[in-house]
Protein backbone atom coordinates (compact mmCIF):
# COMPACT_ATOMS: atom_id res chain seq x y z
CA UNK A 1 0.00 0.00 0.00
CA UNK A 2 0.97 3.48 -0.94
CA UNK A 3 -0.90 5.35 1.55
CA UNK A 4 -2.68 8.73 0.39
CA UNK A 5 -0.09 11.88 -0.15
CA UNK A 6 -1.22 15.17 -0.65
CA UNK A 7 1.11 18.56 -1.44
CA UNK A 8 1.61 21.05 -0.75
CA UNK A 9 1.66 20.05 3.65
CA UNK A 10 1.43 24.14 4.15
CA UNK A 11 0.43 26.83 2.02
CA UNK A 12 -0.17 30.42 2.24
CA UNK A 13 -2.14 33.10 -0.10
CA UNK A 14 -3.89 35.98 -0.33
CA UNK A 15 -7.56 37.01 -0.36
CA UNK A 16 -9.04 36.50 -4.24
CA UNK A 17 -5.97 34.69 -5.05
CA UNK A 18 -6.76 30.71 -6.71
CA UNK A 19 -4.91 27.33 -4.88
CA UNK A 20 -4.60 24.15 -6.39
CA UNK A 21 -4.17 21.09 -3.53
CA UNK A 22 -3.20 18.08 -5.02
CA UNK A 23 -3.65 14.50 -3.67
CA UNK A 24 -1.97 11.46 -4.81
CA UNK A 25 -4.50 8.20 -3.95
CA UNK A 26 -3.83 5.26 -2.52
CA UNK A 27 -3.24 2.51 -5.41
CA UNK A 28 -6.25 1.28 -6.71
CA UNK A 29 -8.66 2.88 -5.39
CA UNK A 30 -11.28 4.28 -7.50
CA UNK A 31 -13.02 6.82 -5.56
CA UNK A 32 -11.74 10.24 -3.88
CA UNK A 33 -13.09 12.98 -1.15
CA UNK A 34 -12.42 16.09 0.41
CA UNK A 35 -12.60 17.70 2.81
CA UNK A 36 -12.52 21.11 4.76
CA UNK A 37 -11.54 20.72 8.45
CA UNK A 38 -11.51 24.21 10.06
CA UNK A 39 -9.40 25.42 12.90
CA UNK A 40 -11.57 23.24 16.38
CA UNK A 41 -13.79 22.13 14.16
CA UNK A 42 -14.70 18.17 12.97
CA UNK A 43 -13.86 17.87 8.99
CA UNK A 44 -16.76 19.03 6.05
CA UNK A 45 -17.37 16.94 3.18
CA UNK A 46 -16.53 19.17 0.23
CA UNK A 47 -16.82 17.19 -2.72
CA UNK A 48 -16.50 13.20 -4.27
CA UNK A 49 -15.15 11.80 -7.55
CA UNK A 50 -15.67 7.91 -9.15
CA UNK A 51 -13.81 7.30 -12.03
CA UNK A 52 -12.85 11.18 -12.95
CA UNK A 53 -16.46 12.15 -12.27
CA UNK A 54 -18.10 14.31 -9.31
CA UNK A 55 -20.84 11.98 -7.67
CA UNK A 56 -21.66 14.16 -4.42
CA UNK A 57 -21.27 17.19 -2.78
CA UNK A 58 -21.63 19.17 0.03
CA UNK A 59 -22.73 22.43 1.13
CA UNK A 60 -19.82 24.35 -0.82
CA UNK A 61 -20.11 26.81 -3.64
CA UNK A 62 -18.69 26.17 -6.94
CA UNK A 63 -15.76 28.06 -6.57
CA UNK A 64 -14.43 24.95 -5.23
CA UNK A 65 -13.94 22.73 -7.94
CA UNK A 66 -11.83 19.54 -8.23
CA UNK A 67 -10.58 16.85 -10.48
CA UNK A 68 -9.53 12.99 -11.02
CA UNK A 69 -7.16 11.56 -13.06
CA UNK A 70 -6.40 8.14 -14.35
CA UNK A 71 -3.65 7.80 -12.01
CA UNK A 72 -5.50 7.53 -8.87
CA UNK A 73 -4.37 10.83 -8.44
CA UNK A 74 -6.33 14.75 -8.09
CA UNK A 75 -6.85 18.16 -7.02
CA UNK A 76 -9.20 20.75 -5.20
CA UNK A 77 -9.32 23.58 -6.33
CA UNK A 78 -10.39 27.11 -5.01
CA UNK A 79 -11.04 30.61 -6.75
CA UNK A 80 -11.48 33.59 -5.40
CA UNK A 81 -9.68 32.84 -1.80
CA UNK A 82 -12.12 34.41 1.22
CA UNK A 83 -10.15 34.73 4.87
CA UNK A 84 -12.90 31.96 5.90
CA UNK A 85 -11.43 29.16 3.36
CA UNK A 86 -8.67 29.15 6.39
CA UNK A 87 -8.68 25.59 6.90
CA UNK A 88 -6.99 21.87 6.73
CA UNK A 89 -7.79 20.27 3.48
CA UNK A 90 -7.74 16.34 3.64
CA UNK A 91 -8.07 14.32 0.84
CA UNK A 92 -9.39 10.58 1.94
CA UNK A 93 -9.87 7.72 -0.92
CA UNK A 94 -11.36 4.11 -0.73
CA UNK A 95 -12.41 1.70 -3.57
CA UNK A 96 -15.87 1.34 -4.68
CA UNK A 97 -18.84 3.84 -4.26
CA UNK A 98 -22.41 3.76 -3.33
CA UNK A 99 -23.01 1.72 -0.11
CA UNK A 100 -19.87 -0.60 0.04
CA UNK A 101 -18.53 -0.65 3.37
CA UNK A 102 -14.42 -0.10 2.14
CA UNK A 103 -12.43 2.60 4.27
CA UNK A 104 -11.52 5.29 3.55
CA UNK A 105 -7.52 6.60 3.77
CA UNK A 106 -6.95 9.90 4.51
CA UNK A 107 -3.99 11.69 3.44
CA UNK A 108 -2.10 14.39 6.55
CA UNK A 109 -3.70 17.27 4.95
CA UNK A 110 -2.96 20.16 3.35
CA UNK A 111 -2.87 23.33 5.49
CA UNK A 112 -4.20 26.47 4.13
CA UNK A 113 -3.81 30.09 5.45
CA UNK A 114 -5.37 33.45 3.67
CA UNK A 115 -4.76 36.40 4.23
CA UNK B 1 -30.52 13.25 7.88
CA UNK B 2 -27.80 11.68 9.55
CA UNK B 3 -25.72 13.23 12.32
CA UNK B 4 -23.03 12.17 15.68
CA UNK B 5 -23.31 14.00 18.59
CA UNK B 6 -20.21 14.30 20.96
CA UNK B 7 -20.94 14.97 24.07
CA UNK B 8 -17.44 16.46 25.21
CA UNK B 9 -15.19 18.86 23.90
CA UNK B 10 -12.58 17.91 26.38
CA UNK B 11 -11.84 14.88 28.34
CA UNK B 12 -8.57 15.44 30.45
CA UNK B 13 -7.68 12.58 32.66
CA UNK B 14 -3.88 10.99 33.93
CA UNK B 15 -2.69 8.56 32.89
CA UNK B 16 -3.14 4.97 33.54
CA UNK B 17 -7.05 5.49 33.95
CA UNK B 18 -9.91 4.71 32.45
CA UNK B 19 -11.39 7.16 30.12
CA UNK B 20 -14.78 6.71 28.00
CA UNK B 21 -15.90 9.40 24.89
CA UNK B 22 -19.07 9.58 24.14
CA UNK B 23 -21.42 9.76 20.76
CA UNK B 24 -24.90 9.65 20.03
CA UNK B 25 -25.87 9.29 16.84
CA UNK B 26 -29.15 9.80 14.57
CA UNK B 27 -29.93 7.81 11.85
CA UNK B 28 -33.14 6.77 9.47
CA UNK B 29 -31.22 3.73 7.89
CA UNK B 30 -28.69 1.20 8.10
CA UNK B 31 -26.01 2.45 10.48
CA UNK B 32 -22.23 2.36 9.98
CA UNK B 33 -20.37 4.44 12.09
CA UNK B 34 -16.57 4.98 12.90
CA UNK B 35 -14.46 6.57 15.60
CA UNK B 36 -11.05 8.53 14.10
CA UNK B 37 -8.48 9.56 16.01
CA UNK B 38 -5.64 12.88 14.67
CA UNK B 39 -2.98 13.62 16.54
CA UNK B 40 -1.67 17.13 16.29
CA UNK B 41 -0.39 18.46 12.94
CA UNK B 42 -1.14 15.28 11.00
CA UNK B 43 -4.60 13.60 9.80
CA UNK B 44 -7.35 11.01 10.42
CA UNK B 45 -6.05 7.31 11.24
CA UNK B 46 -9.16 4.61 12.12
CA UNK B 47 -9.52 3.65 15.09
CA UNK B 48 -12.32 1.02 14.65
CA UNK B 49 -15.53 0.59 12.65
CA UNK B 50 -19.11 -1.00 13.36
CA UNK B 51 -20.67 -2.03 10.30
CA UNK B 52 -23.02 -4.78 11.55
CA UNK B 53 -22.32 -7.89 14.07
CA UNK B 54 -20.97 -8.19 17.12
CA UNK B 55 -22.07 -5.01 19.35
CA UNK B 56 -18.43 -4.74 20.97
CA UNK B 57 -15.92 -3.50 18.18
CA UNK B 58 -12.24 -3.73 19.25
CA UNK B 59 -9.57 -1.05 17.43
CA UNK B 60 -6.11 -0.06 17.30
CA UNK B 61 -3.95 0.53 20.34
CA UNK B 62 -6.64 -0.87 22.88
CA UNK B 63 -9.33 1.05 21.96
CA UNK B 64 -13.31 -0.74 22.02
CA UNK B 65 -16.46 1.22 20.87
CA UNK B 66 -19.77 -0.15 21.89
CA UNK B 67 -22.67 -0.03 19.50
CA UNK B 68 -25.85 0.17 21.32
CA UNK B 69 -29.24 1.05 18.78
CA UNK B 70 -31.52 1.61 21.55
CA UNK B 71 -29.49 4.54 23.34
CA UNK B 72 -28.43 5.50 19.59
CA UNK B 73 -24.71 5.83 21.02
CA UNK B 74 -21.22 4.34 20.23
CA UNK B 75 -19.31 4.96 22.98
CA UNK B 76 -15.71 4.97 23.12
CA UNK B 77 -13.73 3.59 25.98
CA UNK B 78 -10.40 2.28 26.92
CA UNK B 79 -9.80 0.65 30.21
CA UNK B 80 -6.05 2.49 30.74
CA UNK B 81 -4.59 5.19 28.95
CA UNK B 82 -1.08 6.51 27.78
CA UNK B 83 0.41 10.20 27.26
CA UNK B 84 0.48 9.51 23.74
CA UNK B 85 -3.16 9.09 23.55
CA UNK B 86 -3.53 12.47 23.86
CA UNK B 87 -5.26 13.53 20.45
CA UNK B 88 -8.72 14.97 19.47
CA UNK B 89 -11.18 11.94 18.70
CA UNK B 90 -14.07 12.22 16.00
CA UNK B 91 -17.15 9.97 15.92
CA UNK B 92 -18.24 9.41 12.42
CA UNK B 93 -21.30 8.00 10.73
CA UNK B 94 -21.37 7.24 7.24
CA UNK B 95 -23.59 8.87 4.95
CA UNK B 96 -24.35 8.57 1.33
CA UNK B 97 -21.04 8.60 0.05
CA UNK B 98 -19.45 10.80 2.72
CA UNK B 99 -18.50 10.91 6.13
CA UNK B 100 -20.39 12.89 8.69
CA UNK B 101 -18.21 13.55 11.48
CA UNK B 102 -18.67 14.88 14.86
CA UNK B 103 -17.25 18.04 16.47
CA UNK B 104 -14.71 16.07 17.82
CA UNK B 105 -13.36 15.56 21.44
CA UNK B 106 -10.12 16.04 23.23
CA UNK B 107 -8.40 13.55 24.76
CA UNK B 108 -5.50 15.17 27.22
CA UNK B 109 -3.49 12.35 28.93
CA UNK B 110 -2.06 13.83 32.28
CA UNK B 111 0.97 12.08 33.66
Known amino acids: ETGVTQSPTHLIKTRGQQVTLRCSSQSGHNTVSWYQQALGQGPQFIFQYYREEENGRGNFPPRFSGLQFPNYSSELNVNALELDDSALYLC??????????????FGSGTRLTVV | AQSVTQLDSQVPVFEEAPVELRCNYS??????LFWYVQYPNQGLQLLLK??????LVKGINGFEAEFNKSQTSFHLRKPSVHISDTAEYFCVIRGTDKLIFGTGTRLQVFP
Open chain 2, 27 to 32: SSVSVY
Open chain 2, 50 to 55: YLSGST
Open chain 1, 92 to 105: ASRLGTGQANYGYT
